[in-house]
């Protein structure tokens, strides 16, 4: 295939950092690089390094009208499930209108744009979810996932839309995921309360990477679910961690969600089916023990920090 043109937002994110690395060693694709904290990217020669806000709609229109990229991969969002609850406007924004703008955008330049999504757009009674199993957000986040998802797949254009669930892997910037979460803790000696009824398939991030590399060769357009090939409750995702990595497991106490007191809804059985990414876009998927081993490693040979808010 040939070399492409590809502009990435947030890519200071732990899923941009992830196929960054792949397309700097995997293809000869040139990289146009949009985030607010820039200086925090490892910088190589010959990509394109902009500082520019994701809610900074005037400047990236700017900078996709002047680079034209042939594919355009949006990785910026408000993630924090409970802070969507409580900040409606900038969770829609990021969440909604950014990749509004997106798809408008690609739209009048040609390109492909691919943004993320996750299985919150769904209840979480009857999980894993299939592609086409009918969205039902029970919290404020899911809705801004489910009302994109609208726009986008309503959109006469290129675009793909790709489902996650419970990202983890290694972040030079030291951003938390659960599982960091929960390694932080467990490194502290600190105990931990995890609930007990909420399941899952975590998502090794550099899976994601692969999966995009291929939506892209193949010209894949429509809806895909990426996860790990593990369905767990979060008590045992910990328990797991805990034991690969060493740590102490008494150290990890099972809960009810009443007692943890969260501000947002949260599916219980949650967690999407992989088949149709499987074998339309043929990758392998990874186990979450092969995850945080291979996560174990980097942490090794890496510097061990956190980020935590």
């Known amino acids: 295939m040939a070399d492409l043109k590809i502009l990435i937002t947030g890519a200071s994110s732990k899923t941009a950092e992830a196929l960054i690395k792949l397309f700097k060693y995997e293809t000869g694709h040139k990289l146009i690089l949009l985030s607010s904290r820039i200086n925090k990217l490892k910088q190589y020669e010959g990509y394109d390094y902009h500082r520019v806000n994701s809610l900074s709609f005037k400047d990236i229109k700017t900078l996709c009208y002047d680079m034209k990229p042939d594919i355009i991969i949006n990785t910026a969002g408000f993630t924090d499930v409970d802070k969507c609850e409580d900040d409606r406007k900038t969770a829609w924004d990021l969440n909604v209108t950014l990749v509004e703008y997106l798809a408008s955008i690609s739209r009048v330049i040609d390109s492909h744009l691919i943004t993320f999504s996750s299985d919150y757009v769904f209840d979480g009674n009857r999980g894993p979810y299939i592609e086409e199993d009918r969205p039902n957000p029970i919290n404020f986040y899911g809705k801004t996932k489910h009302a994109m998802e609208n726009a986008c797949l309503s959109n006469l254009n290129k675009i793909t839309v790709v489902r996650t669930n419970s990202i983890y892997g290694y972040s030079s910037t030291g951003k938390v995921d659960f599982i960091r979460w929960v390694l932080y803790k467990l490194e502290q000696g600190y105990g931990v309360n995890i609930v007990t009824s909420q399941y899952c398939n975590p998502t090794y991030v550099e899976d994601i990477a692969v999966a995009v590399n291929k939506i892209i060769t193949k010209k894949r ?23 690969v990595f060493g740590y102490d497991e008494t150290l990890i106490k099972p809960v009810a969600v009443a007692e943890l007191n969260q501000t947002a809804k949260r599916p219980v059985k949650g967690g999407l089916v992989t088949l149709k990414a499987e074998t339309d876009l043929g990758i392998k998927l990874t186990s979450l023990e092969s995850g945080l081993m291979a996560l174990r490693h980097q942490l090794r040979d890496n510097k061990f920090s956190f980020v935590v808010k």
């Open 221 to 243: 357009t429509g809806v895909y679910h990426i996860g790990g090939t593990d369905w767990l409750n979060r008590y045992d995702i910990a328990l797991k961690t805990a034991r």
